[in-house]
């Protein structure tokens, strides 16, 4: 037991607070997850967008596995192609930067939320076993999901670590600030649903995001 509490909190290292911005960044960034919590808050209040929010995050300890199944495998065969496969994810990371920038540039989030809210139902008596499913399945078979935790967690592991639990650990801290976030999206969403779909508010997080991506791939892809 004290060796396991030994190893937890050997991962508290310097990575784990660059893992911690960068992932409190992207979890703020617009997308699927973001879309889903605020369309279910609107059909069915806050216990539903709060049951579907639990349930996204539940599927990123499934991305979790899945990764550090690949991580391993590649470990096994060479240090070579584990540094290759986190070079490749260092320019991953600056390519979501520059979607960032692009989306930030064009407005894009705002319209995807604006028409979320707009073409959303009105509230009725919710199903949870609904939300807790669509929230679930919507992130588990997201391929985007997956690609990004091959492509990111490896930042974040030595090669002298253990691959899944350090995954795991990883999930878990998203899992937490994921569930942060949607909890203030769900609570203002009655609110501030249409602050939140203004193209000015998303182009500044979305800038802001950027700049922090790019740089994050930048600085992992020249230390190596």
Avoid at 8 to 35: E, H, K, R, Y
Avoid at 46 to 60: H, I, K, P, R, Y
């Amino acid at each position: 037991m004290n060796d396991f509490l030994a190893v937890l909190l050997s991962f508290f290292d310097q990575q784990f607070w660059t893992f911690l911005i960068a992932i409190t960044l992207l979890t703020m960034s617009p997308g699927v997850d973001t879309i889903v919590v605020i369309r279910n808050t609107l059909r069915g209040g806050v216990w539903d967008g709060l049951v579907t929010s639990v349930a996204l995050c539940l599927g990123l300890f499934v991305h979790a596995i899945i990764s550090a199944g690949g991580i391993s495998l590649i470990l096994l065969q060479s240090a070579a192609l584990f540094t290759a496969l986190k070079l490749v994810g260092a320019l991953y990371l600056i390519w979501l930067g520059i979607k960032s920038f692009r989306s930030a540039f064009r407005g894009n989030a705002g319209v995807i939320l604006d028409r979320t809210i707009v073409s959303t139902e009105k509230a009725s008596d919710p199903d949870y076993w609904r939300s807790f499913r669509e929230g679930f399945l919507s992130n588990v078979l997201n391929p985007k999901t997956i690609v990004f935790y091959m492509a990111f967690l490896p930042q974040f592991i030595q090669p002298e670590e253990p691959a899944m639990l350090k995954s795991l650990f990883l999930a878990g801290v998203h899992f937490g600030i994921a569930n942060i976030w949607q909890l203030v999206l769900i609570l203002m969403v009655g609110k501030a649903a249409h602050w939140l779909s203004k193209g000015s508010v998303m182009r500044v997080i979305d800038g802001l995001i950027g700049s922090v991506m790019v740089a994050f791939g930048l600085r992992l892809a020249l230390d190596r």
